[in-house]
């Protein structure tokens, strides 16, 4: 009895274990993980969106070029504090949910509901390069370089015609 209420409990545990997944991983093995809880770990960005209890956040992979959207509550996104845009490094949160390819309350996007977010570091200001006079000066100069050069092919042109 006690060993068949463990296999049970392992059973149990496993159909619910959480993956940390990549989410490059979650586009190019999309039915693998559908309708599945997962694991994502990366930086928030763009806006919180939604209204009433309900919002959405877009993360994105810290190395790579893939985002997707995530589904929080309400007290989730109250956590949020820093959001990814230029000259700002959102926050990098890990976020345990269900991944949906084509959720169907969100009119076929693909997402995840999440369960539970956690911050993992606090995002902030980045410094942003300022541009050197010498680097504008150099720019107008070969605006004017390039401008000869049309110049002089247009005449040359016109007078071979």
């Not at 845009?85 to 949906?100: E, F, H, L, T, W």
């Not at 300022?130 to 720019?139: R, Y």
Request: aromatic share 10%.
């Amino acid at each position: 009895m006690k060993k068949s209420f463990l296999i049970f409990l392992f059973f149990i545990f496993h159909i619910y274990a959480f993956d940390l997944v990549r989410i490059k991983e979650l586009y190019e093995n999309a039915e693998k993980f559908d309708k599945k809880p997962v694991i994502i770990e990366g930086e928030v960005i763009g806006d919180i969106m939604g209204k009433k209890d309900e919002k959405w956040i877009n993360v994105k992979e810290e190395k790579g070029d893939f985002a997707i959207g995530v589904v929080v509550s309400k007290e989730d996104a109250l956590k949020i504090e820093n959001l990814g845009r230029y000259g700002i490094k959102g926050d990098i949160i890990r976020v345990k949910g269900i991944y949906n390819t084509s959720c169907i309350k969100h009119q076929g996007e693909r997402d995840i509901h999440a369960i539970k977010i956690e911050i993992i570091k606090r995002g902030g200001k980045l410094p942003i390069p300022e541009i050197s006079l010498s680097k504008i000066i150099s720019t107008f100069i070969l605006l004017g370089i390039t401008y000869l050069i049309i110049l002089l092919y247009h005449k040359k042109t016109k007078s071979l015609q």
